[in-house]
């Protein structure tokens, strides 16, 4: 699709990636530049065809339409699948009313679109953190390999409304009024025919106990004061039949299940009619948006003092709520479902707590304006219908060049092509953008008795693997073997196929592609430069025959690395540790970006990368007992090897304490006076009291300290007091930052060779808690490795080692080269 555009386009860019953004405020990008930004596609127009990142750090309301087949389904399944695996610091649901989403835990096994995926530079993955819920009274009929768990609701959570909008019923009806009366009495309490009381339920009642308040209540069945038996006997059998939809239970699912950090729930109502599915989403709308105003407090104020019900209920994590269908939840004009008002309400209020919605439909025209003036991101896919075409221009949140406001181009919009709108103002107007292809399979419920691993035939495997290769060589211009190697690997596993490497190479020489025993090359000039450069890198490693590792990262993309010379594969460890989510090319471009902001030398001349790669750091866990209050607590901490600081998780970064590693090169004494100064300086009276020590042992320790620039002294008013000459910032052994690494850790793979040796030793450990934390006890010590880039950069003043963790795609404190 080529069509001119006059209006130019600009948009909010980060220069190392050559992506844009959409959503995202300049100044959330100027403190945390690309991190959490959703691969959704490139541009697709003449002036630029860039990578197009969505924003999913603040909250946002997306509009999705297009006509069936147009790729609508498939937009929303590629954000959520960006949401997965880019951002686990949020909660994902998406409901699903035709069963279509189920099957992302699988990779794509579509041969034309894996062949898409290695023309974008990516590969067929499936989602590992995906849990799929079906309603309760589901799970006997439908394959377990087709869902994780079972979702219900207290009847207690749905209000007299949205009974009588379920069962399409006047509210003010005698059968509404009926309805109205009974909820407030099961809440409240009541007295049957007989005169026995019944004590009111709260939250915890079901199906059963609202018959049998309509059947027994003595004012209900008045024949004074009561209501008709007709009345009673059709809201019974109304309820009888709610009974058979398999969604109530008197425990209901916790909120927490659904909305939990780094998981992608799929809410499966395909099995649901549309009045029952509207019931669910609304009260799942609600619930969600009530929850998160009263986290967002708590968050607030740091308090949590609330009790276990609540906190399953209520503590949930910023939510992304996907909605496909939509013009069936909330249609436009007077009409009204169970969920219309509940998601007017979540679209409106929930920007401020961090509820975003991203909701879809074949039917623009069809969808409740109200609901509609909240978007910010528009994507319109090809529409065919005036109506929905006007609905659609009406509400774009941007500037709309000529072209595209033309009812023949919104109609012949390309299927996996889309308009897309963005009301930032750093967005200059709408543009065209294409669609990526999905890494999990998209699969109908049709589908949930074939063989998912594959339907491909071995020539059609061996036919993709021919082109990924070549589509990587021709990106990278000199690939390692082994990357090859490890390649044909997976897609041997996950397509159970047969393909040798040696016909994958084969075929890269008939492509005119160089071999050696190590690399494939695109010609000879790029493995002849490539040596030369390698052989000129690998005196500057301390490391010999460091092998970085193959790795395909959560996104994905393929990484690769250098061999040792002797070309011997180090064996394979699979330890403890985090995985990666960030590849090698991505690193790359954070550490050019870093060092394009900073000129050394007196001419300017600015810092150079000259090589990278990906090693594993061990990291010591302990596992120590604290006394708290009188009581033994068991607790947790991590401690980088290489830094010797506590490393904890929070924000989406790897943190570090400072001044821990001071302590492993002092004793006892020493350490202790250290940490008793304060930061406003402290003398040698105030020092006895605070450590026990005696004038001698502290004068003694505080010259050491001061021989090492740990302190400096200085006189006040006659009196000499000593001050910290160092930043010291360490945790106490209740902060529960210490063990926010545990949750994190997975089962990785790695080559020895690899793995980054130890600057600080775990023999100290103890000694030095012991000087920390006088009470605490290492009951057990083990390592687990964090994945890590190790840059050598280079300039006029000398050569130094970076790392960027591979986990979070943050810099890790910087070290000298030691020579």
């Known amino acids: 699709m080529t069509i001119e ?43 630029s065809q860039s990578q197009v990142l969505l924003d999913s750090l603040t ?26 695996l880019k951002n686990p610091n949020v909660g994902v649901i998406v409901v699903d009313p035709v069963g279509v989403f189920w099957s992302m835990k699988y990779p794509n096994k579509e041969e034309r679109e894996i062949k898409s995926l290695a023309e ?60 109205e009366k009974c909820l407030n009495k099961l809440e409240t309490g009541y007295t049957s025919k007989e005169g026995k009381y019944i004590k009111g339920f709260r939250r915890e009642y079901d199906i059963d106990d609202m018959v049998h308040c309509l059947e027994t209540d003595a004012e209900l069945n008045s024949k004074e004061r009561g209501f008709k038996q007709d009345s009673v006997r059709a809201l019974t059998s109304r309820l009888e039949a709610a009974k ?129 003036s909240q978007i910010d991101i528009l994507l319109a896919h090809k529409l065919v219908f005036d109506d929905d075409i006007k609905a659609v221009l009406r509400r774009v949140p941007a500037i709309m060049p000529a072209p595209f406001k033309q009812p023949d181009f919104v109609k012949t919009i390309e299927i996996g092509t889309a308009l897309l709108a963005d009301r930032a103002d750093e967005t200059s107007r709408a543009f065209i953008i294409t669609i990526r292809p999905r890494m999990s399979q998209h699969e109908g419920r049709e589908a949930e008795t074939v063989e998912i691993e594959s339907s491909l035939t071995q020539e059609q495997i061996n036919n993709i693997l021919n082109e990924i290769s070549f589509k990587k060589v021709e990106n990278e211009k000199v690939v390692p073997i082994k990357a090859i190697s490890s390649l044909v690997e997976i897609m041997n596993v996950k397509y159970k ?64 690395g250098k061999q040792n010379q002797a070309n011997q594969i180090a064996p394979e460890k699979s330890l403890l540790g985090l995985p990666i989510k960030v590849n090698k090319i991505e690193a790359n471009s954070l550490i050019e970006k870093q060092l394009r902001k900073s000129l050394l030398g007196v001419l300017g001349e600015q810092e150079k990368l000259s090589e990278i790669n990906l090693v594993w750091i061990p990291v010591f866990k302990l596992t120590f007992d604290s006394s708290f209050k009188n009581e033994s607590v068991n607790a947790i901490a991590f401690i980088n090897s290489l830094t010797g600081e506590f490393i904890h998780f929070k924000e989406n970064k790897l943190i570090e304490s400072n001044g821990l590693s001071l302590l492993f090169d002092l004793n006892a004494v020493e350490s202790k006076i250290l940490l008793s100064i304060s930061k406003k300086g402290s003398g040698i009276q105030e020092l006895i009291r605070e450590t026990d020590f005696n ?13 090492k620039k740990l302190v400096k002294r200085e006189f006040k008013e006659r009196k000499e007091f000593f001050y910290l000459n160092t930043n010291i910032e360490l945790p106490s052994s209740r902060d529960i930052l210490l063990s926010s690494l545990n949750s994190k850790i997975a089962k990785v793979s790695f080559d020895a060779t690899n793995l980054i040796n130890e600057r600080f030793s775990e023999d100290n450990l103890n000694s030095i808690l012991n000087v920390l934390w006088p009470k605490a006890k290492i009951s057990s010590t083990e390592k687990i490795y964090l994945p890590a880039y190790q840059a050598m950069i280079s300039s006029k003043q000398g050569k130094r080692k970076i790392w960027i963790d591979a986990f979070t795609g943050k810099l890790l404190k910087s070290v000298r080269l030691l020579h």
Request: hydrophobic share 40%; glycine share 6%.
């Open 120 to 179: 974008w530079g990516l590969l067929p993955q499936g989602l590992s953190n995906l849990k799929v819920f079906i309603p309760d009274g589901m799970k006997k009929k439908v394959p377990k390999e087709t869902f994780d768990s079972t979702f219900s609701i207290q009847p207690s959570l749905l209000t007299s409304e949205d009974w009588a909008l379920t069962f399409s019923i006047d509210r003010f009806s005698p059968t509404g009024l009926l309805l």
């Open 59 to 84: 909250p946002h309301a997306i509009f999705i339409c297009g006509a069936r087949g147009s790729g609508k389904s498939y937009a929303i399944g590629v954000m959520a699948e960006e949401l997965a």
């Open 497 to 560: 196929a047969k393909t040798k490497l040696s016909a994958v190479l084969d075929f890269l020489e008939t492509k005119n592609c160089v071999l050696n025993p190590e690399y494939v090359a695109l010609n000879q000039l790029a493995l002849t430069d490539f040596l030369v450069e390698g052989k000129e890198d690998a005196s500057l490693i301390k490391e010999e025959n460091t092998t970085e590792d193959k790795t395909t990262n959560q996104q994905g993309i393929i990484g690769s």
């Open 5 to 47: 555009v006059k209006e130019k386009l600009t948009l909010l860019t980060d220069e190392a990636s050559d992506a844009v953004f959409i959503g995202r405020k300049k100044g959330l990008y100027q403190k945390y530049g690309c991190d959490a930004g959703l691969y959704i596609g490139k541009i697709n127009e003449p002036v």
């Open 244 to 372: 058979s939809w398999g969604i109530f239970s008197k425990e209901g699912t916790p909120l927490t299940k659904f909305s939990r950090e780094n998981q992608l729930t799929v809410i499966d109502t395909s099995f649901l009619d549309d009045n029952v599915t509207a019931l669910v989403i609304g009260v799942l709308a609600r619930r969600l948006l009530a929850a998160r105003k009263i986290s967002t407090r708590q968050e607030a104020v740091k308090k949590m003092e609330i009790d276990s019900n609540t906190l399953l209920e209520m503590s949930i994590p910023p939510t992304w709520l996907f909605i496909d269908e939509a013009h069936t939840l909330m249609p436009a004009g007077n009409s009204k479902t169970a969920a219309t008002d509940a998601l007017i309400e979540y679209v409106k209020q929930g920007r401020r707590p961090g509820c975003s919605l991203v909701f879809a439909t074949q039917q623009p025209s069809a969808i409740n304006s109200k609901v509609l």
């Open 695 to 707: 004038s001698v042992k502290i004068k003694n320790a505080l010259r050491e300290l001061a021989s």
